[in-house]
């Protein structure tokens, strides 16, 4: 075994129930906290692997970060790593719920009361207006709303130019909007839409 393994093993096993406990204590829900933990672990672990010096390809955060070892040098601080992104992964996802809240007033419809069926029935629909769009269409809508990626790293996922990107997001809101919009809210036959 290598020794970020090892280093791993030892960590979870001597302070895997302290780590959840703060994440607990952080989140207050014991599935996000078990998350948390996991995805901290994973994020911290991910970057102590391989040879020193070798820097991230194009799958990497950023072009000539450093990938760190643990074989040899074994970190002095390994649960502060984990103890940190545990905090920002928290805060990330705080701020994304945050946006949610600060607009989720703006809907027609609060959800409130809705059935089990009307739910299944709005997922069927924007999947179906999904397949209605064109293939780079759909990917900048889902890479966009559904993974929250931003212009540029839309662009950089695709290969194309954020104009590009731009104008499928454009194109794809117009035609999502015209495929979802209620019944009664569509313009009546033969009076122009507003």
């Not at 739910?119 to 993974?147: E, I, K």
Request: proline share 4%.
């Amino acid at each position: 075994m290598v020794a970020w393994e090892d280093e791993l093993g030892e960590l979870m096993a001597t302070r895997g129930n302290a780590l959840v406990r703060y994440a607990y204590m952080l989140s207050g829900d014991r599935a996000l906290a078990e998350d948390l933990v996991q995805d901290a672990l994973v994020k911290v672990f991910s970057r102590l692997r391989g040879p020193a010096g070798r820097t991230r390809g194009p799958a990497g955060s950023a072009k000539g970060a450093r990938v760190h070892t643990l074989d040899g040098s074994p970190l002095d601080n390994t649960e502060g790593y984990v103890r940190r992104a545990i905090l920002t992964l928290f805060l990330d996802g705080y701020r994304k719920r945050q946006r949610w809240y600060d607009i989720k007033h703006l809907l027609a419809d609060d959800g409130v009361g809705r059935a089990a069926e009307a739910a299944a029935t709005a997922r069927v629909d924007v999947m179906s207006a999904l397949a209605r769009l064109g293939p780079r269409q759909r990917a900048c809508v889902v890479l966009r709303y559904f993974d929250d990626l931003t212009v540029p790293q839309i662009a950089d996922a695709l290969g194309t130019a954020q104009g590009t990107v731009k104008r499928y997001l454009s194109d794809a809101t117009d035609h999502l909007r015209d495929l979802l919009r209620p019944d009664d809210l569509r313009p009546a036959e033969g009076r122009a839409a507003r």
